[in-house]
């Protein structure tokens, strides 16, 4: 997914080289701002040298032209600015010196591409909250592409899954609880009650992947136990997605439903696919048997 | 040939080095060393991830040839290199040209910057291709990759500036050291395109020039560096 943000934000640029910053802004709670900067740590290490206030002198964020003095930290490789809103800002600026390259400007849903240095233009400071039907729409389309066309890792697992199950009741069984076991991980993750890193889990998905492609001996239960456990780590992974496009305070619940009915209709269309496939490939030799097998079962 | 020590900030710089940045100047013979591009000023930057649509020559060359540069699509560090036993390696990147349109304003002012002379914007808009051509020695006596643009170090403290296989005089190159960029070195090339810049000081140097060319009504710039470490790092 960040790839292919940082693909549509390429487009946009202006040939400058990207660069590995990314600075997203939000607003966390009425009167207040976060403005997020990450970037390589080392990179990060040599451009705090130099300390706050010289750090800051790079840093522009103006609110209705006047200048803000946020307060900063930094953890890891991200520098976090944060302050109170002035009463009534409607737009800010921002201009960032400390990049020398083309980054990423994140505000909200929204994202500019802007040269090292570059001044942004005004953007708005409260724009109108989408109504919650609204969220949900949204939301619901990013979890269904996430699924198809982004998500080859998890197509792979729903064909894996396809391509095991001697029948239909037996998939839709298996597809059940891996939503049940992906949804409970996802709600953990998000609510900050559990999670597990990204190179911990990526690289779990995938072997998941590969163990579903070639785990046919498995007694029904047992596949269903792994189904569900595999259900559980994909959950990780898309909260971590999910994570990266951020949820909406507001809509915390209906963007995180909309995400996860996305991601269902996305499985279940993939699972249509497999089976329409399988339909019309009836006669070819080498599918016929798991046709015949799944028209049986139907 | 005037060597001139210049004593400035560039908080306000319009121009942008490249230049790459080795994890080891001295690798172990038989090592595999991550290289990073770099963008930025005063040897303070961004790492570049790696990317194919720039990338037009990612080279590692030593005694035995030259072979390119592997890394991932989209990766920092952008590539990584196996230092051979004998010899070093220099490593060299030549992007491909890159659009990028400027007001006049900000283009004059690193076209000055740069030193660049006889260049200056035709209109309010400025249309310019660069083009990147950096190297980096590791370990290596320095060797000509046939870069447009290209930094050559030959005996201590001097440097050969090459455009297009030919000396490029009248140049000015810049020498400065990581943690030190307010102790630039700078000289213009003689006519034999060679520069004496007497470095002194152990660390990580960065020497670059830059070049602007007519390209019909736009401009192409080439921007060459070349980095290396004097002293143990």
Partial sequence: ?298 | MRTLALIFTTLTAWSHDMWIEPATFAPQPGSIVAVKLRVGQDLIGDPIPRSAALIREFIAAGAAGRKLVVGREGSDPAGFVLQPATGGTVVGYHSHPSPVELDAAKFNAYVQEEGVRGVAARGPKVRERFTRCAKSLLGATDQVLGFPLELVAEAPGTYKLIYQTRPLPGALVVAFRKGHPEEKLSARTAADGRVRLPLAGEGMWLVKAVHIVPDGEDWQSYWASLTFAKGAR
């Fill in chain 1, 1 to 298: 997914m960040r790839s292919l943000l940082l693909f549509l934000l390429a487009l946009s640029a202006q040939a400058h080289e990207i660069g590995t910053t990314r600075v997203a802004v939000t607003f966390p709670e009425p009167g207040a701002y976060l403005i997020e900067i990450a970037t390589d740590p080392e990179a990060l290490k040599e451009k705090w040298q130099g300390g706050e206030a010289a750090f800051l002198a790079r840093v522009d964020l103006r609110f209705d032209g006047v200048r803000a003095t946020p307060s900063m930290r930094q953890e890891g490789g991200a520098i976090r600015l944060t302050g109170v809103l002035p009463a009534g800002a409607q737009t800010f600026t921002w201009k960032y010196g400390w990049t020398f390259a083309s980054y990423g400007l994140t505000v909200g849903p929204n994202s500019v591409w802007l040269d090292g240095g570059e001044t942004s233009a005004p953007i708005a400071v409260a724009a109108p909250a989408p109504g919650r039907w609204r969220v949900l729409g949204q939301y619901l389309v990013l979890g269904f592409t996430h699924i198809l066309p982004l998500g080859w890792d998890h197509m792979l697992f729903i064909l894996g899954l396809f391509l095991a199950s001697s029948s239909l009741r037996s998939l839709l069984a298996q597809a059940t609880l891996f939503t049940v076991a992906h949804s409970i991980t996802l709600g953990l993750a998000m609510f900050n009650v559990f999670r597990l890193p990204a190179e911990i889990v990526e690289p779990a998905i995938l072997l998941s992947i590969v163990y579903i492609f070639f785990e046919r001996r498995a007694a029904a239960k047992r596949r269903l136990a792994l189904v569900f456990g595999f259900g559980l780590l994909h959950g990780m992974g898309f909260a971590s997605v999910l994570t990266e496009l951020g949820l909406p305070r507001a809509e915390f619940v209906t963007a995180l439903a909309g995400f996860n009915l996305g991601v269902e209709a996305a499985q279940l269309a993939v699972i249509g696919i497999c089976y329409l496939g399988a339909t019309q490939s009836a006669n070819l030799p080498f599918i016929n048997w798991r046709w015949a097998a799944l028209r049986r079962a139907g």
